[in-house]
């Protein structure tokens, strides 16, 4: 089983990578740190013990960073939902599932003690991870990779050019983007992509228990109305770790832009190597929406 650790700021599409990936059988999910990113730390830290105690999972939390290292924070409860996943009548949750440390020392804990190299999964601001680059650099030598969703070679979605996880914060993606560690990057190119449709909305609800709780979230995601397709931008990062050849990767080098007035939190993705840098980030630029779906689908019927 390939040991990992997930930060996330649940969210309704982090909620549905979780599932997917708590429940997959070649994945030991060794520890789950929360970020302040769709909605704040409190909210998305509540929301991941909900979460584990739907599913029945015993997994440690750790709360981690409640702003972002430079820049104000910003919030997507618009899309999200008010709780940041509204939508499902939850059961309390069991409170003694989070650790009393931050989630930087929970995730050098775990890695330095892991005997196989950690993959990290990060599918909200980059802010955790920053923090532990800088505090702990020897954790290093024990990560495998990054797999994480963020930014786009292309256009945004919460500004004209910027994706909201590299947004949401800056600095911390630039501290991660320059690590020197393998990244790929599951950006816009394949979460815009990556959509479920009301109809697959409906086969969610008598799917299982876990497909019923989606089928909530997501009439509650973006208000609800998604014809057009639901973005599963963080199942991305899932599906890269699992099933890599459902995407096309072009390896290149990545900057983030922190000066632009109009541009602040694009990743400037060098794909013509104008900046003669050597390549630092595997970015997916295409993805078989098909066969990702059909993925989805099979992933979820594994769920509780
Ligand atoms: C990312 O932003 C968040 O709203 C989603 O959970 C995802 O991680 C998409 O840009
Ligand atoms: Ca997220």
């Not at 909200?124 to 954790?139: D, S």
């Not at 199942?235 to 990545?254: E, R």
């Not at 050597?278 to 630029?285: A, L």
Request: proline letters at 4%; aromatic letters at 8%.
């Amino acid at each position: 089983k390939k040991p990992i650790i997930i930060d996330t700021d649940p969210g309704i599409d982090d909620a549905v990578a979780l599932a997917i990936a708590l429940f997959n059988e070649e994945l030991d999910v060794r520890l789950i740190t929360t970020v302040n990113g769709n909605v704040s730390l409190e909210k998305v830290t509540y929301n991941t013990l909900r979460l584990l105690k739907f599913f029945n999972k015993e997994i440690p939390v750790a709360k981690g960073a409640s702003t972002p290292l430079i820049v104000d924070p910003v919030d997507a409860s618009d899309i999200h939902g008010e709780t940041g996943m509204d939508g499902y009548n939850f059961e309390e949750p069991d409170e003694s599932l989070l650790l009393d440390e931050h989630a930087v020392n929970a995730m050098h804990k775990e890695i330095m003690s892991s005997e196989e190299k950690i993959t990290l999964l990060p599918i909200g601001p980059l802010t955790n991870i920053a923090l532990l680059f800088k505090l702990y650099p020897e954790v290093k030598e024990n990560i495998a990779e990054i797999i994480l969703m963020g930014g786009s070679t292309g256009r945004g979605n919460v500004s004209v050019m910027a994706e909201f996880n590299i947004y949401a914060d800056p600095e911390a993606a630039k501290i991660v983007f320059s690590s020197g560690l393998p990244i790929v990057m599951a950006g816009l190119d394949v979460g815009m992509k990556a959509l479920v449709y009301p109809e697959d909305s409906e086969v969610l609800r008598e799917m299982n228990d876990t497909g019923n709780m989606i089928y909530h979230l997501f009439k509650k995601y973006r208000g609800g109305s998604f014809n057009s397709g639901l973005k599963m931008y963080d199942s991305c990062a899932v599906a890269y770790l699992l099933k890599p050849d459902l995407f096309t990767t072009v390896d290149t080098y990545v900057d983030i832009e922190l000066n632009g007035d109009l541009t602040k939190g694009v990743t400037i993705v060098d794909l013509k190597g104008y900046m003669k840098q050597e390549s630092n980030v595997k970015v997916c630029v295409d993805i078989n929406a098909t066969e990702f779906k059909k993925w989805l689908m099979e992933n979820l019927r594994k769920c509780k």
